[in-house]
């Protein structure tokens, strides 16, 4: 098995943990933790607490796909999946964790959800539950939809043990007697179509009254002795591989990073394991014979009480209509400003900024747009990391640039698990003569920029949209983000030095006013903290409030120890991963850290300077990860308008410091308490408040 992705370096803190720093993926699968007990609060509708059961099962792929992959991939001492000593006493805390989650994840399923779920009317069911109709109908949908399409390989020299794509669903099967050639090979595989739907809507003539559905899973179950004509069917499972999924292309021998990305990506499916899921049922000898063949560890073994991948149960969500077992809806809402007229004219009066999902993201894709139909637009200028399948902002630059603009379009093709989605965007874009690179190799394209250059009279105005988040049309409604739309010179000037940049590969010019990484970026934010520490160590009033995604990077953490002993008051809000130890004396007894995981998934990045009152705001593309702030080409922002900042501090900050519903504070043992309302507190929730407070009142 190769290891090309050794030559990816993780943080240094990937799998230590000491006194002074908390252990990477112990700390992410916390996070999962925390999602978990979303589907766990009775107080979330039904079908939002499996959807929450269905993305800690998709959050858990990718911990194994990428972290885990990256872990044994790293191991000098061992080939992928089969660790050393060292790596394996590490690998064993996590999988300990691992396993407690998952087991939790199916009792959480079997004994309140689908339970819970049947009483509503929607049931799931097992070929045993299904009465005579039901089990003909189903018979009848085996023969026309699903046995044209089995290919169950008996194994021997001739057919050897097939490749498994990862996350497939497959089945092993063990059979007695002899074949039709008079040879007793006993195992055959069998792979269950990826063109058919996991989860099968009976009519509702069958159903009575009740959304009655069954797994393909169950359908092939109860007919796999039809497969094998004269053959005893004694033994079988389903079964699912996890491998590792991370791209990697020899920077120093590619030539053309789309022609490489396209090969690569034919062989990502094919990785080496690192997970195998199996029924809980299999027998021993079966689930032996498996990580045999894919070279795992026992330690990797998941035995499951129910399907192998739990993600697919959220088909069944999209099939059911009942308000009540869903969140109310919500309408985001938009600025006030924004009524005014044509977006130009209102950025030449003053900067716009946007929070979504609270604020619609559709000013955003409206300033694209109305460049694209605007004659005195001359170029339009954009970075994309993820943009999805289905993008009205591309189709206005692919119309741009057939109305003959200048656009220039930095795809990052290397966006996990968007890379063909970004090729297929990059080959129209070329097609229609845009110009479009792919960043810088080695570097990930991450910063969420748009340029706009308009001829208005004898000057050439730039106008910027700077965001948080991605430019994706799915998860702009379920992700908080901001965004700021400006005419500002200064900053749109830099925009634009910043895409010379990565078009030219030259070094960019000094910016006075963004943070640019690998360039400054973790140079500028450990400043920024130093300095807060040097106002504390003269006796006066020191903060830092910042909110990201995850917290990594030792330079950064060790900055924030040294502040915190200064005596700098110190507020993290992390979502996921964070490896400071908060609360230790002498330590870091003046850092909280908490998370907030609720209806929508926190993405936004801020960063917050008292620095003697001027009350420093920036906005960011990056989390404080090494990745990020030396692997990647990541922008921060400052919001330079005072109405605005406050804006951010009052809506992006101090509302998720006074939670005290989906809040959880990290203690310096590692653990997460949620927190509760005391006494007569009463109860907030940061995302209700924004959503009532922004969001639309139609």
Known sequence: MNK?????????????????????????????RRVLAQAEDRAVPLLERLRFLCIVSSNMDEFFEVRIASLL???????PSVPTPALAAVLGRIGEECHALIERQYTLLHEEILPQLASAGIRLLRHEERNEAQRAWVKEYFDREVRPLLTPIGLDPAHPFPLVVNKSLNFIVELSGKDAFGRGNAIAILKAPRVLPRVIRLPDELSDGAACFCLLSSVIHAHITDLFTGR?????????????SDLWVDEDEVKNLRQALQSELQSRQFGFAVRLEVAANCPPHLSQFLLEQFG?????????????????????????????????????????????????ALLRRQDVLLHHPFQSFQPVVEFIRSAAHDPDVLAIKQTIYRTGMNSDLMESLILAAQRGKEVTVIVELMARFDEQANINWAERLERVGAQVVYGVVGLKTHAKLA???????RELRHYAHLGTGNYHPTTTKFYTDFGLLTAHPGITSEVNEIFIHLTSLTRPRRLQYLWLAPFGLQREIIKAIRNEAA??????????????????DESVIRALYAASADGVKIDLIVRGACALRPGVPGLSENIRVRSVVGRFLEHSRIYYFRANLEHRVYLASADWMSRNLLRRVEVAFPVLDKSLRKQVINQGLNPYLKDNVDAWELGADGRYVRRKPRGKQAAFSAQQYLAQSLGSSQ
Do not use: C, W
Not at 320 to 341: E, N
Not at 536 to 546: D, L, S, T, V
């Open 535 to 552: 106002i504390a160590r003269e006796g006066r009033p020191a903060r830092i409030i910042a909110k990201m995604n995850a917290l990594i």
């Open 4 to 32: 090309k992705t050794s030559k990816k370096t993780g943080s240094s803190l990937s799998h230590e943990e000491t006194g002074t720093y908390l252990n990477r993926e112990l700390s992410q699968l916390a996070f999962n």
């Open 296 to 344: 795992i560890d026992k330690g990797m073994l998941y035995a499951v009480n129910g399907p192998v991948n739990l993600v697919r149960l959220q088909e069944i969500i999209s099939h059911v209509q009942q308000p009540a077992l869903h969140y109310p809806p919500f309408v985001p809402g938009l600025p006030a400003t924004l009524a005014d007229g044509g977006m130009f």
């Open 73 to 79: 991939a790293q191991d000098p001492g061992a080939a």
């Open 451 to 457: 340029l706009v250059l308009r001829r208005e009279g």
């Open 232 to 244: 005893e069917v004694t033994a079988y499972s389903q079964f699912r591989v996890t491998r590792n």
